[in-house]
């Protein structure tokens, strides 16, 4: 049971992490293509299949996110902290994307600023041209640590086909899966494949994926709220090609005049201080209630939320909610797939 709520946890972070990272927004067709007929269940096995080799893809790409979240202060907007992710990633964004066993680059299209993540075997690298400043993390380092698996099988939270399999695999069990039709994504013909959680305490009505029908790898992702409405998250390339890409496109070095950081530095100094100003709080404890897309999770700190992130909470989405509450100066923060009185209902029975 431990794993099956660890899958879960991790598709539901994945689902995010697909939209925020590499996703791109919806492009429909006015006419559904003919396509052969396929069961949910041979359209699931083939995508998982496909999404488990090694993936050569480039393309333009956008995100649309609406999680329903509060206004944020243009002061943070920029910031590093999660509130300045957020800021940066919620709305309509535009990427363009390349991926294959060499590496990973996605680049943020801004007006008038560079955004670059480039990721190789030996190292990842953040660039911001608004400050000039480069963030290195030490990739061969890490892979040794783990045994020098090579990327594919290490997975990475910015994989197309790794995030898929993990999305897929982790509610697949917790959902009913049907076609709904074909559809065109970027100029190709693609199936409509809807994971339906089973679970009635969830918010989530519906993944919808487009397939491409002939790679049968995912390139569109919608999550729609369980009462209606537009996608809380939507992702899809808008342009897209299989196409062999040169490894240069992987390499990446600082201009001159640049601050160039490491991120475990970075890290550290996080972990110990607020941008705003504390303390930040440790992990004490950590708990999980429920199962598949109703899951809730617990997590206990050694005191209180610094001040950028405890301005989002509470939060109420549209696929989601979060909460925090205090216990004897220690602070729970519960979030899920749920509404809020689901989690107040949790932390009630939290020490």
């Known amino acids: 049971m431990r794993h099956r709520h660890a899958r879960?946890?991790?598709?539901?972070?994945?689902?995010?992490?697909?939209?925020?990272?590499l996703?791109?927004?919806?492009?429909?067709?006015?006419?559904?293509?003919?396509?052969?007929?396929?069961?949910?269940?041979?359209?699931?096995?083939?995508?998982?299949?496909?999404?488990s080799h090694p993936v050569t893809i480039s393309g333009q790409a956008a995100t649309t996110?609406?999680?329903?979240?509060?206004?944020?202060?243009?002061?943070?907007?920029?910031?590093?902290?999660?509130?300045?992710?957020?800021?940066?990633l919620t709305g309509t964004q535009r990427w363009r994307v390349w991926h294959s066993p060499d590496g990973l680059r996605v680049a943020h299209l801004l007006v008038a600023r560079e955004q670059d993540l480039v990721v190789?075997?030996?190292?990842?690298?953040?660039?911001?041209?608004?400050?000039?400043?480069?963030?290195?993390?030490?990739?061969?380092?890490?892979?040794?640590?783990?045994?020098?698996r090579p990327p594919a099988e290490n997975g990475t939270p910015f994989d197309p086909a790794a995030l898929a399999r993990t999305l897929i695999q982790g509610m697949a069990p917790c959902a009913s899966a049907s076609v709904q039709g074909t559809t065109t994504v970027a100029g190709r013909d693609a199936y409509v494949l809807a994971l339906t959680p089973l679970t009635e305490d969830s918010l989530v009505g519906?993944?919808?994926?487009?397939?491409?029908?002939?790679?049968?790898?995912?390139?569109?992702?919608?999550?729609?709220?369980?009462?209606?409405?537009?996608?809380?998250?939507?992702?899809?390339?808008?342009?897209?090609?299989?196409?062999?890409?040169?490894?240069?496109?992987?390499?990446?070095?600082?201009?001159?005049?640049?601050?160039?950081?490491d991120a475990a530095d970075l890290a550290r100094e996080a972990a110990s201080h607020d941008p705003s100003g504390g303390a930040v709080p440790s992990v004490m404890d950590g708990r999980v209630f429920g199962r598949c897309a109703?899951?809730?999770?617990?997590?206990?700190?050694?005191?209180?939320?610094?001040?950028?992130?405890?301005?989002?909470?509470?939060?109420?989405?549209?696929?989601g909610s979060a909460i925090a509450v205090d216990r004897g100066g220690r602070t729970w923060v519960l979030a899920g797939l749920v509404d809020a009185s689901a989690l107040e209902a949790r932390a009630a029975e939290l020490p």
């Open 120 to 148: 190789n075997r030996d190292a990842a690298w953040w660039w911001d041209s608004a400050d000039l400043r480069a963030i290195r993390l030490d990739l061969a380092s890490m892979r040794s640590a783990a045994g020098d």
């Open 23 to 51: 996703g791109v927004t919806v492009v429909r067709a006015d006419d559904a293509p003919a396509l052969p007929a396929v069961s949910a269940q041979e359209l699931l096995a083939s995508t998982i299949e496909a999404s």
């Open 206 to 261: 519906s993944i919808r994926f487009a397939i491409d029908a002939q790679t049968r790898l995912p390139l569109r992702a919608e999550v729609l709220p369980r009462d209606g409405g537009a996608p809380a998250l939507s992702a899809g390339y808008t342009s897209v090609s299989f196409d062999p890409i040169d490894p240069a496109m992987f390499a990446f070095e600082p201009p001159p005049g640049a601050t160039v950081r």
């Open 65 to 88: 996110i609406d999680l329903g979240l509060p206004e944020l202060p243009t002061s943070i907007g920029s910031g590093v902290g999660l509130p300045g992710i957020l800021t940066s």
């Open 8 to 21: 879960v946890i991790a598709a539901i972070l994945m689902t995010t992490l697909v939209a925020a990272g």
């Open 294 to 319: 109703g899951v809730i999770v617990a997590v206990e700190l050694d005191g209180p939320l610094p001040a950028n992130a405890a301005r989002l909470l509470p939060f109420a989405g549209p696929v």
